[in-house]
């Protein structure tokens, strides 16, 4: 069974830097074929991809938020890291990690999701 | 503004059935599988269709997807009050360096 849960602060000002653990269980990411991607939702929109990481350690991320982003991975832990750096009030959203299928283009499994707030 | 083109609502009655579109390209849609998710309110995002029109276990029948060129289409039918929910398509795209691409939602109100 395959699960993923968010980690991080709930608060973050403005300018700093947010960092998010996704510990995942039930699968590697050593494995052929699999990937994990960070995605957000801002209140009230839509979903947006931002970075995912594949098993070979290959990295993609959002054209508009590549220059903020850097995503990591640590699979003796179970563990796939974001960092996006200053952060904005826009930057306000869920934050999903998810397990990827990149040959078919899908994503089967979300964590439960983590709302970060960027206020002063 | 999302890659993906989706209508902001779509609505129908108990019973009835319903589809949601999605357009895209050729560098997204036309040239690589679509998938569906469903959010219910408060919840994370779920899979509902992938590689275009397979459903995952556990998934009822009365969900199906479609691709023609660079559309595709979830339908549902018999549709019920638990329905409600936010639709989104969901695929690659090879223009972009980050891989994914979503729709920008579908509402669907179960009158």
């Known amino acids: 069974q395959i699960t993923l849960k968010e980690s991080g602060p709930t608060l973050v000002k403005p300018t700093q830097t947010l960092t998010l653990t996704c510990t995942f269980s039930?699968?590697?990411?050593?494995?052929?074929?699999?990937?994990v991607g960070w995605i957000r939702q801002p209140p009230g929109k839509a979903l947006e991809w931002l970075a995912l990481i594949y098993w070979d350690d290959d990295k993609r991320y959002s054209p508009s938020l590549k220059s903020r982003l850097t995503i990591t991975k640590d699979t003796s832990k179970n563990q796939v890291v974001l960092t996006m750096t200053n952060m904005d009030p826009v930057d306000t959203a869920t934050y999903y990690c998810a397990h990827i299928l990149p040959k078919l283009g899908t994503v089967d499994y979300w964590g439960q999701g983590t709302l970060v707030t960027v206020s002063s | 503004q999302s890659v993906l083109t989706q209508p902001p609502s779509v609505s129908a009655a108990p019973g009835q059935k319903v589809t949601i579109s999605c357009s895209g390209s050729s560098s997204n849609i036309g040239n690589n599988y679509v998938s569906w998710y469903q959010q219910l309110p408060g919840t994370a995002p779920k899979l509902l269709i992938y590689e275009n029109n397979k459903r995952p276990s556990g998934i009822p029948d009365r969900f199906s997807g479609s691709k023609s060129g660079t559309s595709a289409t979830l339908g549902i039918t018999g549709l019920q009050t638990g329905d409600e929910a936010d639709y989104y398509c969901g695929t690659w795209d090879s223009s972009l360096s980050a891989g994914g691409v979503f729709g920008g939602g579908t509402k669907l109100t179960v009158l």
């Open positions: 039930g699968f590697s990411l050593s494995t052929s074929g699999v990937g």
